[in-house]
């Protein structure tokens, strides 16, 4: 009975479990309001984001291309840069704030893309848009670096160090979420007002989820403003949910204005939320409130419902962003259930180090594997080659057919989750989350149950 | 010249000459908008690049192939379950990606030898495919590596593989367009008369631009093989990689995307004299036509006219009951490129509908000279429009409903107009008598949802009829609409499946005698 | 590449033989007779919009040619595929013609034929030498 944590055995990807760092970076852009990324690239690198985007969340988002041709990857495209930069500014009077992000075409012909910032502050800037609050800030994602997730640590950091400006203290703390869904901040800010802790969320994304209004509403905007990107170095604490998706950030704030950092955990299960409300307390000195203890007792009166009756002993296997499945992992567990198998999706040298998977290793008394670097087919072949029994998958929509094809119940969870309705509403953090994902899993192994009539019976007295 | 200007774009002069409003007496020698030129950086264009058009395109749909990108990981990600080309070998193509997942030291020292142990790895997880295309992405297309060499390398160690190599970096060109074209131009070079197919009827084809959204190239397929025509290959939807090596022994290409697939097929009547026949695979008129056209090139137009005949009489009933209930709808037609010149005039012909505004993503002129000439007078047509023109012409032409992509089609949506997917469908597939009454249908249900009826009311403002529980579709489609349309009981709503194509999979089909063996009908 | 002919690149470089409306002059019967056999083909076909100039002009000249020779009840060359494709197209035209314009059964041969010939100058006029498309004289597919 082991845990093991490996690299993948093979150079290539067979079905790629993550896209690569301009995506994380795009995903930052859209969470801040009067602010359109415009990434330095192939239109490739923003058309089909924005169309994961419009997948996942069923909204369109605004991303703007410096659209690569031939001759600017040959000469340069820094000209590209520059007249981007202005066409969006002419046409977009509320724009305050442009990301120029990389790709690994531009970063190989290497543009100088902070050169072109100072030229633009000094030209450009100066010239036409004199009366005009602008931002350009440089964000080097090369596409051969890391992935999407590590693409998100960087641009939330680089668009910190950016704003942050040390002035007055304004009370609150700094939550950072990393790469969630609406639901998530919802339910994070739930828990938040519950404390009384006044927080600047970063990023502010609720309103994903936006309404389709009478009078036409186009386009959704994320709602983190300047200010409070500016007021991060004013807070008297940062909460970073996530080692991997926005530490970085919470780090450097520490590093450059003593901002105390809290990394982690993501408050996925009772658990991790306790230890979250925990370290809330101890940064604020707010108690943890006598509705907050009920609603944790109504989350725990739901996973008893599920637990020991129908999730024990259940072998998952988990993929995705790596603070998610680690989290998903470690509730499993309290759940009864045998994470047999985490995938994660990058080479990120830090993961066989990750105190979490440490503990895991220490502790788990069945096999089970987590793969660094991994791909869909790392899933795939353990199943039909090599004899992987599994009753569950957790994962996003890109990994489906591996759970189709080989009659696994599946949940969806993570990012994209574009073949189930409406999944980006709903939390998986906090006590909310908790119940949802408990009744998720089991659910899902009760439809299997009668699809493949494996004791579906069982369910006509429950 | 009939430009329009847009009020968002008058800060990019160079746009006034990508839209035009066709005006009475106007032909295309006073009206065509410029295409297929560089984007405007910043301009929130909706194109894509070319390596996507190549690999995402023209490749993918390919369906017994392990389809390779050289490259970082985020092209393959990203290229891969955002199209619905199925197979009918179990949508291996959809299922199955694979990247060569460049990394900083390969991108300093070179990723031939990654390369090389990425097509081994792939080989040898999927050992029945021996198969593979290997597409390049930006990065490797900067560094230089040699993808053809290397490729070559591979087919001589390993007896028995083949390999396609496509040279398309996501910079090369304006938009996927140029992707198209590289592709087509690299497979006649590369791969076409390196196998000899075996030809098992006097009348062979090939199916050249069609791609198979939700079955489409099935549905075709099956009128040929009632025809008893050979299809050799299909470029590329459903297609077979060996097919398609054998394209140089058709007697016929039958084109139907020319935005895509021109090029081999212009390539293809140069270098072996196959005729090129341009058809519509949309439209009852359209594809009664093309079946025609195809019947008569063989000397076998009434092998045509009697599936015609079955398939009219079957599916007209149904197109009709839409057609009187669409009715004057207006409709923004803003694809990706063949599918402004398709439908155009069909649907206006034949669903009753009125284009007011064509658009191409990544077209060139030829497409909009297609388009402009088969909208009606009145009808705004846009090159490469961005995000903020889009707005602006839903908000002055206030369609009833737009085809167009996925992105596009949320924007649409936020200002209350229903949208149909024009790439990959509703609930397709659109070719065919059947399929283009299924089209009919999912207009009818876009534009007559009671739930869109609903979000246009302002409950704080407006009357709200309190006695009202629900609304069926024909309680609004049919309002206003004659007795004896509504209580016709010769019209009917469609009777068809779900899945109108698995079945088709399964038939067999009559044996026609061939002329004489070993003899071809048609002179070589 | 073995089967690659060389390409006629004179040819591809092609010379423009209209440089104005070639129906503009003509009377007003004929203007209207020609606008609705132009309006049936702009509509409705596909192949005056070959991607080059000179393939258009072969097309134009290849298909409206033969339909002509349909319309007045002669022998069509249909001896190799391009020209039997040519002919597809023809057959095509002439029904729907005879269809739509009753009109033509009391012209003359040579009145078809000459009505035929300056629908052939208009579509020339309109989809090469009056064109607006850029890319007709691209010299490779």
Known sequence: ?462 | MPYHEFEVSKVIPERKQHAVMKGAGEDLTSCLPLGYLNTIPGSISERGCAYCGAKHVIGTPMKDVIHISHGPVGCTYDTWQTKRYISDNDNFQLKYTFATDVKEKHIVFGAEKLLKQNIVEAFKAFPDTKRMTIYQTCATALIGDDIDAIAQEVMEEMPGTDIFVCNSPGFAGPSQSGGHHKINIAWINQKVGTLEPEITSDYVINYVGEYNIQGDQEVMTDYFKRMGIQVLSTFTGNGSYDDLRGMHRAHLNVLECARSAEYICDELRERYGIPRLDIDGFGFKPLADSLRKIGLFFGIEERAEAIIQEEIARWQPELDWYKERLRGKKVCLWPGGSKLWHWAHAIQEEMGVKVVSVYTKFGHQGDMEKGVSRCGEGALAIDDPNELEGLEALDMLKPDVIFTGKRPGEMAKKVNVPYLNAHAYHNGPYKGFEGWVRFARDIYNAIHSPIHKLSLIDISKDEIDAGKGFQTRRMISDEGLPEEIRKSTELREYTGKYDSVSALREKTYPEFPRAEAGTEAVAE | ?141
């Open chain 3, 1 to 141: 590449m073995a089967n690659h002919k060389i390409k006629n690149m004179a040819e591809r470089k092609y010379q423009k033989v209209y440089t104005s409306n070639p129906v503009a002059d003509a009377d007003p019967l004929t203007k209207e007779r020609i606008a609705v056999l132009e309006h049936y083909i702009m509509k409705n076909c596909l192949w005056q919009f070959n991607s080059r100039g000179w393939d258009r002009r072969k097309q134009n000249a290849g298909i409206l040619g033969k339909t002509a020779q349909l319309l007045c009840g002669e022998p069509v060359d249909v001896s190799v595929p391009l020209e039997k494709c040519y002919w597809v197209d023809a057959v095509m035209l002439e029904r729907a013609y005879r269809k739509l314009c009753p009109w033509l059964a009391d012209l003359s041969k040579d009145d078809i034929k000459a009505l035929m010939q300056l629908l052939n100058a208009r579509m020339d006029w309109l989809t090469i030498d009056g064109s607006l498309n850029q890319e007709l004289t691209v010299v490779n597919y």
């Open chain 1, 1 to 462: 009975m082991t845990c093991e944590i490996k690299e993948k055995d093979r150079v290539g990807t067979i079905n790629p479990i993550f896209t690569c760092q301009p995506a994380g970076a795009q995903f930052v852009s859209i969470g801040v309001k009067d602010c359109i990324g415009l990434v330095h690239g192939g239109q490739g690198c923003v058309m089909f984001v924005r169309l994961i985007f419009s997948q996942h969340y069923k909204e369109s988002f605004e991303l703007a291309s410096s659209s690569l041709h031939e001759d600017g990857a040959v000469f340069g495209a820094c000209g590209r840069v520059e007249e981007g930069v202005d066409v969006l500014l002419a046409r977009y009077p509320d724009v305050k704030v442009i990301p120029i992000i990389t790709t690994c075409s531009t970063e190989v012909i290497g543009d100088d893309v902070d050169g072109v910032i100072r030229k633009l502050n000094d030209g450009l800037l100066k010239e036409k848009y004199a009366d005009r609050e602008v931002h350009l800030i440089a964000i080097h994602t090369p596409s051969f670096v890391g992935s999407m997730i590590s693409g998100y640590d960087v641009a939330v950091r680089d668009f910190v160090k950016y704003f942050a400006t040390p002035t007055e203290p304004n009370g609150k703390i700094n939550l950072i979420t990393g790469w969630v869904n609406p639901g998530d901040v919802k339910a994070l800010k739930h828990l938040l007002k519950e404390m009384d802790v006044d927080a600047t969320v970063l990023f502010e994304i609720e309103s994903f989820d936006s309404p389709l209004m009478p009078d036409g509403n186009a386009i959704s905007h994320g709602g983190t403003t300047i200010d409070d990107l500016r007021s991060t170095a004013n807070a008297f604490g940062t909460i970073a949910l996530n080692r991997y998706e926005g530490a970085k950030a919470a780090e450097w704030l520490q590093e450059e204005y003593k901002i105390p950092a809290v990394i982690g955990p993501t408050p996925i299960g009772i658990r991790n939320t306790d230890s979250f409300l925990q370290n809330l307390k101890k940064m604020t000195g707010k108690p943890i409130p006598p509705s907050l203890v009920r609603e944790r007792a109504v989350a725990l009166d739901a996973l008893t419902d599920v637990t020991h009756m129908f999730l024990a002993e259940k072998k998952v296997a988990i993929y995705g962003n790596p603070d998610l499945v680690i989290g998903l992992a470690e509730f499993c567990i309290d759940l009864e259930m045998k994470p047999v198998l985490l995938l994660l999706g990058d080479d990120n040298v830090r993961y066989k180090n990750d105190p979490r998977l440490l503990a895991m290793k220490e502790n788990v008394d069945w096999d089970m594997e987590v793969v660094t670097n991994a791909d869909f087919w790392d899933l795939e072949d353990r199943i039909k080659n090599k004899g992987l029994e599994l009753d569950l998958i957790l994962g996003h929509s890109k990994g489906r057919f591996v759970a189709i094809d080989n009659n696994i119940p599946m949940v969806r969870v993570g990012f994209p989750t574009y073949d189930r309705a409406g999944m980006y509403r709903y939390p998986v953090v906090g006590y909310e989350g908790a119940t949802w994902l408990a009744e998720q899993m089991a659910n899902a192994l009760f439809t299997d149950m009668e699809y493949k009539k494996n004791k579906e019976w069982i369910l006509n007295v429950w």
